[in-house]
């Protein structure tokens, strides 16, 4: 049965690390298209309370992505509650080691890439296996820009993000025959509480940041919330195995900063 002979108020959508930032901002936007919205978060408080701001039709689940049993554990739980799932927005992830290459950890980027790489691997798998029963289904994973350009100090959060885009091809021609999309989003820089914390520890330069980006701003959570909803609804139904960045114009921009200013800027200066 396909997504569109289905009741919007029974269609179900998984979203991981959906406490707050970007997968809170996703689960509030999701609900509005989905009867059903799953906030699994490795914190079970935050899960539960996220879910109950939403409503009475949503759940909380608690769920840590890089362990099998636990993603194993979600999934059926969510089965057998809603019967379906028709969406899964793999944005569970970590903050990354804010320090050059040399003097990074193997045990932090060994945590980088379990978090992200191979939960979005056990997510998809264990989503999939429903979705395949279903002959329908939508993932969207969370990449990066950092995954596509070179990020100094950021190797093992970019390693991550490219290979979440490149997982995204792989499962997207895997799977299509079987009525399954998976897309992802490389969101530029967001002005998340985590960012927000980074820039107060000076972890992040946000004029620089603003300076190099385009559209001269960092982007609200909301924003990237749309792009994922668009890709996993049927207004994406010929979408599938692409990563769409949403950052401003950043990975789009080849100039120094000196270059950017407004068009009137520009003009008044001639």
């Not at 269609?11 to 009867?35: E, K, M, N, P, S």
């Not at 969510?78 to 990074?104: K, P």
């Not at 692409?242 to 950043?250: F, I, S």
Request: glycine fraction near 12%; charge should be negative.
């Amino acid at each position: 049965m396909s997504q569109k002979n289905i009741d919007p108020s029974g269609r179900v959508a998984v979203v991981t690390g959906a406490g707050d930032g970007i997968g809170w901002a996703t689960a509030q936007r999701l609900a509005q298209d989905f009867g059903h919205v799953v906030i699994a978060d490795v914190r079970a408080a935050a899960a539960s309370a996220r879910a109950a701001e939403l409503g009475e039709t949503h759940a909380g689940f608690e769920c840590d992505v890089t362990s099998e049993p636990s993603v194993v554990s979600l999934m059926r739980q969510v089965r057998e509650r809603f019967g379906r799932i028709d969406a899964l927005v793999n944005n569970a992830g970590i903050g990354e080691q804010t320090v050059m290459t040399l003097e990074q950890t193997v045990e932090a980027f060994d945590r980088i890439l379990s978090v992200h790489l191979r939960g979005t691997f056990l997510c998809s798998r264990e989503a999939a296996r429903v979705f395949v029963d279903q002959q329908s289904g939508a993932i969207v994973n969370l990449s990066s820009i950092a995954g596509m350009h070179g990020h100094p100090g950021r190797n093992g959060y970019g390693a991550a993000k490219a290979g979440i885009s490149s997982m995204t091809e792989a499962m997207a021609s895997e799977w299509a025959r079987d009525g399954i999309r998976v897309n992802a989003v490389a969101p530029g820089y967001v002005l998340t509480d985590l960012v927000k914390a980074l820039v107060a520890k000076g972890a992040l330069d946000l004029q620089s940041i603003e300076e190099r980006t385009p559209m001269g701003r960092t982007a609200q959570p909301g924003e990237i919330a749309e792009a994922i909803a668009f890709l996993a609804s049927e207004r994406a139904s010929f979408i599938t195995g692409v990563t769409l960045p949403v950052d401003g114009g950043w990975l789009a921009f080849g100039a120094p900063p000196a270059k950017l200013g407004t068009v009137k800027e520009k003009h008044v200066a001639g």
